[in-house]
């Protein structure tokens, strides 16, 4: 026997093995798939529980692909019929006139309801979402939503309800705008914002319709509650306003007396004639702020300053009754000098 010969021999039962193994773990690929002619189908598993059974342990993938035409190229479509249901939904991977994504689609209505462009957005009611999240409609959120308290465009209903607003910023401040338009894309009718200031705490409201950063109308101070209209810096006032106000009717609550004190019988009413040389003095009225207090206390208070009025109003009436106590007396003086002539 010749060298290649035995070589070949030698060889032989190698062979014999490699094909052995090939076919037997091919063999043993196909058992793990069950493709009756009537029942469950599985993949990767014997004893498939559904109608379509894929158990390929540890990743579990299923590939549709079709063509590059019109949307709906790849799918899967959802179909309940009977007397009461006949509808029809399709979760579509493909191209919604011009925009690739994957979707839900009602082929009962013709309507998408949902959309995944491929940059990532979602549109609920629309195939172009120009936000991570753009919905067309109503949204209501909480355990309470109910038909009565689902009628805006953004609903909340809950025990809880409460909105937060956090900007993570040095400088910027969160704020919630409030726009009218006549259309879409139309110029602005109104434009007011409000928000928290981060300079102060403060809260403000702004018109921003003359454009800008707008002009702060209301202020809010954080840390004394005072109020500003037509300012921000409302000072030592619980209401502080920058130009006239208007008003049908005012209401000043007072701690101090009101001013009948005037007609005690202890009252020490001047005489005209001290009151005279305080006045040539003093150039104003006993107990009234002069122009310049005035000017260097930045004005005067209202409610004691009515009370200082009524004051020197009483004061003049008592100095009118006694004026017409001596002027009767003078009369009846008069009245006896000419009898006696």
Known sequence: MSKKANYENNRFPQKRFFIFFSISFKLLAISQNTFPSSGNVGIGTTSPAYLLDLNTTPNTKLRLQGGTGSFGQNGIMFN?????????????????????????????????????????????????????????????????????????????????????????????????????????????????????????????????????????????????????????????????????????????????????????????????????KFIQLNKHLPGIPSALQVKETGGVELGSMNVKLLEKVEELTLYVIQLKKENDEIKKQLKKTQRKR
Do not use: C
């Open 80 to 276: 309940s019929t009977g007397s009461s249901y006949a509808n029809q939904f399709y979760l579509y991977n493909g191209n919604s006139n011009g925009n690739f994504g994957f979707g839900l689609y009602d082929n009962t209505l013709s309507l998408w309801r949902m959309w995944v462009n491929n940059s990532g957005n979602v549109g609920i009611g629309t195939t172009t979402p120009l936000t991570p999240l753009h919905v067309i409609g109503k949204g209501s959120f909480g355990d309470a939503v109910t038909t009565l308290n689902a009628t805006r465009p953004l609903n909340i209903a809950s025990s809880d309800a409460v909105v937060r607003i956090v900007r993570v910023h040095a400088s910027n401040a969160p704020a919630v705008e409030l726009i009218s338009r006549t259309s879409a894309d139309g110029a602005n009718v109104a434009y007011w914002d409000f928000y928290a200031e981060p300079n102060d705490a403060s809260f403000r409201i702004r018109d921003r319709q003359g454009g800008g950063s707008g002009l702060d109308m209301v202020s809010i101070s954080h840390t004394s509650g005072n109020v500003g209209i037509g300012t921000t810096n409302p000072g030592p006032y619980k209401l502080a306003v920058e130009g006239k106000i208007g008003a049908r009717e005012i209401k000043v609550t007072l701690a101090n007396p009101w001013a009948d004190y005037v007609f005690n019988k202890n009252y020490q009413l001047k005489s005209l004639y001290d009151l005279e």
